[in-house]
């Protein structure tokens, strides 16, 4: 069973940047989907293994940077310019689908993290 822990959000003010972590057991394509209150989970980032090709969803392309160290087992979300429209709960997701492709919906994963949340204030 695929394990993902997630850390990193918080309470930052608008422009600010922040760094997610997700530690995961195994070697998989990786993905971060994020859900604000109301609101389907959107997708943000993913990341092929092992050679890492990445892609981005619109809201976020240009600010957010998805990488991993294949090492430690480790993808990361850095957020750079944050929005108050950012605000949402943001989930790390492994599928075990070929590893070379990058996926972009939620039913293509088949294990997700607990979610951490990140506020962005104005």
């Known amino acids: 069973q695929v394990q993902l822990v997630e850390s990193g959000g918080g309470l930052v003010q608008a422009g600010d940047s922040l760094r997610l972590s997700c530690a995961v057991s195994g070697r998989y394509a990786m993905g971060w989907f994020r859900q604000a209150p109301g609101k389907a989970r959107e997708f943000v980032a993913t990341i092929t293994w092992p050679g890492g090709t990445t892609y981005y969803g619109d809201s976020v392309k240009g600010r957010f940077t998805i990488s991993r160290d294949n090492a430690e087992n480790t993808v990361y979300l850095q957020m750079n310019s944050l929005k108050p429209e950012d605000t949402a709960v943001y989930y790390c997701?492994?599928?075990?689908?070929?590893?070379?492709?990058?996926?972009?919906?939620?039913?293509?994963?088949?294990?997700w993290g607990q979610g951490t949340q990140v506020t962005v204030s104005s």
């Open positions: 997701a492994a599928t075990t689908r070929p590893g070379n492709y990058y996926y972009t919906r939620t039913g293509d994963y088949n294990s």
